[in-house]
């Protein structure tokens, strides 16, 4: 979810870290070790309601020390972004003739 926030943050400038958002996951690789996962970002601006549909990816790990207080290294997935949609809430007004 941090990396699909990330980008999103990216895409929508600094304004990204003052409007209501929520995240979900859609979906995610069912093994022991998920590799993937879809998630979804909805979130509200002054011009309306929108969301990005998201999928990360594990891109690479990295090796590095569990604590300082232990010489033993943890295995890090670093995360990548591989695609990501942004879709606008559509409003219907309803006029009364």
Known sequence: MQAAERDAWQREGWDW????KSGQILEQDA????????????F????????????????????????????????YPQYQVTSMEKTLEQSVLSLQP
């Open 17 to 20: 870290l003052t409007y209501p």
């Open 31 to 42: 093994s022991d070790d998920p590799q993937w996962a879809l998630v979804q970002l909805d």
């Open 44 to 75: 509200t601006t002054v011009h309306g309601a929108a969301s990005y549909t998201v999928r990360v990816e594990v891109a690479h790990h990295i090796e590095t020390e569990y604590s300082s207080h232990e010489a033993s290294t943890h295995h």
